[in-house]
């Protein structure tokens, strides 16, 4: 039995006072401003992430991370948001636990086995999974064509004042092209989107 098992209610608090900044180094994830494996870069999203997520930090929200890779960010928003459904998704599978569909490594995350350039499978996904997403994160191919694909099947499905998250934008520079027209469609009124937040690689949707 871990230390999360045997002292939930401790675990939680002293979870509670860690940033995401913080979690997310601890779990090893590249989305953090420290990293430490030699293949990869720290992105240090964290900073621009927490100014909108911290408000859903206690809530029972659902979430969905596209590419899962070793559960690294899974298991940090796992602690992070204390009381969400995580789901994660990934065309690789069953290399290890985080994304194996018949393991169980927390009792709040559900792994799915999917290609995110299909537009069917995101209508599978809908039906069995249900709507109404807090986030939604697209750490995926990181291919333009993938990226809009997975935007138009999921974002009529993020709920009021929920956020859809594209990380790694500068592995598929021509994926600005469409965050381009969908800024003018703020712009002119006309957009289900509330605003759109820009960092460095990164994209953070808030929905009206």
Request: charged share 30%.
């Amino acid at each position: 039995m871990t230390y999360k098992e045997k002292y939930p209610d401790i675990f939680n608090e002293l979870s509670r006072m860690k940033t995401l900044d913080q979690i997310m180094i601890e779990h090893e994830s590249d989305k953090a401003s420290v990293f430490t494996r030699t293949w990869a870069k720290p992105h240090n999203y964290c900073v621009h992430l927490e100014r909108f997520f911290e408000p859903l930090r206690d809530k029972p929200i659902k979430l969905v991370e596209i590419g899962v890779g070793g559960g690294e960010s899974i298991r940090a928003w796992l602690e992070y948001f204390s009381q969400a459904q995580v789901f994660g998704v990934d065309l690789v599978a069953r290399t290890n636990e985080w994304n194996d569909p018949d393991a169980k490594p927390d009792p709040r995350y559900t792994f799915v086995n999917g290609d995110q350039s299909n537009a069917v499978f995101w209508a599978s996904f809908i039906k069995v999974r249900g709507g109404d997403w807090d986030v939604v994160i697209d750490d995926g191919s990181h291919k333009s064509s993938d990226i809009v694909t997975t935007h138009k099947c999921l974002w009529g499905h993020v709920k009021s004042g929920g956020f859809y998250e594209v990380e790694d934008l500068g592995a598929a520079v021509e994926a600005g092209d469409g965050f381009q027209k969908l800024v003018k469609s703020i712009f002119k009124g006309d957009s289900e989107c509330d605003f759109i937040y820009f960092a460095r690689e990164l994209a953070i949707l808030r929905k009206k």
